[in-house]
């Protein structure tokens, strides 16, 4: 599996440094402690496999990833301008989507991430010996499961995903941060789109 975290957070560090590259880390070098830079979904999963537990090998795009490809591209004060809406207008929910969603699906990931990316599915897939491996692609988002709040199911899940595919269901998963549902939730409940 390929576990993708796609909210906001500030670095923190790994409990194992020297596991991390530019964009990527592997479950076996996460744990619980490293939720505001792998997701809550990524922290647990790689806490399961360090206990021992039957896990799927897998990797986790990290979410200063994400941010650097928002900054790099530019695109954050356009993300604030398409989602500052009135939440309650279904109308502007639809075109608040359609915006922000166009804005990174139209954007260039980096073609160094790209390379990471591919050749870590590349390592994955020599670990565990398969001609044509397929991958899910899942959110792992940095606030998941507050007390308060819980951004369970909101954002896209895509299975069954190729390595020529693989790229493009990254930025998928970090479009549907800006599903109509996921825009009007974090208005609700006061979370900051960009932080």
Not at 62 to 77: E, K, N, V
């Amino acid at each position: 599996m390929v576990s993708l975290n796609l909210s906001e957070a500030s670095f923190v560090g790994l409990s194992n440094p020297t596991a991390r590259t530019m964009a990527i880390t592997w479950l076996t070098d996460v744990t619980n402690l490293d939720i505001k830079i792998a997701g809550g979904k990524g922290a647990s999963l790689g806490e399961l496999t360090n206990a021992g537990f039957p896990v799927p090998p897998g990797f986790i795009v990290l979410a200063s990833t994400y941010r650097d490809f928002i900054t790099q591209t530019g695109m954050g004060g356009e993300l604030l301008s398409a989602v500052d809406i009135d939440v309650h207008d279904s109308n502007a929910l639809v075109e608040a989507n359609l915006k922000a969603t166009n804005l990174i699906l139209e954007a260039e990931l980096p073609i160094s991430v790209q390379d990471e990316i591919l050749l870590n599915f590349d390592k994955l897939n020599s670990q565990i010996g398969k001609k044509d491996l397929f991958v899910a692609v899942r959110s792992s988002a940095t606030a998941e499961d507050l007390p308060d709040a819980s951004f369970a199911g909101q954002q896209d899940t895509y299975l069954n995903i190729s390595r020529s595919d693989l790229v493009d269901k990254v930025k998928d998963c970090w479009a549907s941060l800006f599903t109509q549902r996921a825009i009007y939730y974090r208005s609700e409940k006061g979370f900051k789109t960009l932080k």
